[in-house]
T-cell receptor, first 114, second 109 residues
Framework: DTGVSQNPRHKITKRGQNVTFRCDPI?????LYWYRQTLGQGPEFLTY????????KSRLLSDRFSAERPKGSFSTLEIQRTEQGDSAMYLC????????????FGPGTRLTVL | QKEVEQDPGPLSVPEGAIVSLNCTYS??????FMWYRQYSRKGPELLMY????GNKEDGRFTAQVDKSSKYISLFIRDSQPSDSATYLC?????????FGTGTRLLVSP
């Protein structure tokens, strides 16, 4: 399977704990995006990378959130001191920079904060 | 006003019906328009995209853009139970996609 993969698929954590998610994009894609989706809503943009550079961050990305893409391949999204309001599906997408409108999404990581 | 507005549904139809899904958008500068399909607890899957105005057909699916009204539509002919999913319209913003809330479609056998 050469699509976008995300791990873990589900994560249940207690409030105050730190969590980290991983995204592996389509191999030739140099852009990688993170979105968050809550129940009954469409995905909302969080941040994106071109290669290893993080080029834009949404206001939704509070100081407790950090994303990295150290070698321009896979990416991690860490949430520190989780809150119940962080419960959501975290989606990763990738694209070619030359075709940024055509983004391919992974299956998502569903986070539940108790 | 949200950049993209979409009726959340749910929309329930019998198998074989023609389905019409719609979005409105606020920025007349938008040129590309996409439709994604999302099955329950899965990531969105790119279904179709169109550029500027007019129609684009792909099998049972037709995407239509009316830029004068800032209105985009997705038509599904001969709907199947396997079409039951949430359909999201999306418009490219600056370096990101802006999504509607999604319309949940239920096709009953």
């Amino acid at each position: 399977d050469t699509g976008v993969s995300q791990n873990p698929r589900h994560k249940i954590t207690k409030r105050g704990q730190n969590v980290t998610f991983r995204c592996d994009p389509i191999s030739e894609h140099n852009r990688l995006y993170w979105y968050r989706q809550t129940l009954g809503q469409g995905p909302e943009f969080l941040t994106y990378f071109q290669n290893e550079a993080q080029l834009e961050k949404s206001r939704l990305l509070s100081d407790r959130f950090s994303a990295e893409r150290p070698k321009g391949s896979f990416s991690t999204l860490e949430i520190q001191r989780t809150e119940q309001g962080d419960s959501a599906m975290y989606l990763c997408a990738s694209s070619l920079a030359s075709r940024e409108n055509t983004q391919y999404f992974g299956p998502g990581t569903r986070l539940t904060v108790l | 006003q949200k950049e993209v507005e979409q009726d959340p549904g749910p929309l329930s139809v019998p198998e074989g019906a023609i389905v019409s899904l719609n979005c409105t958008y606020s920025n007349s500068a938008f040129q590309y328009f996409m439709w994604y399909r999302q099955y329950s607890r899965k990531g969105p899957e790119l279904l179709m995209y169109t550029y500027s105005s007019g129609n684009k057909e792909d099998g049972r699916f037709t995407a239509q853009v009316d830029k004068s009204s800032k209105y985009i539509s997705l038509f599904i002919r001969d709907s199947q139970p396997s079409d039951s999913a949430t359909y999201l319209c999306a418009i490219p913003g600056f370096q990101k996609l802006v999504f509607g809330t999604g319309t949940r479609l239920l096709v009953s056998p």
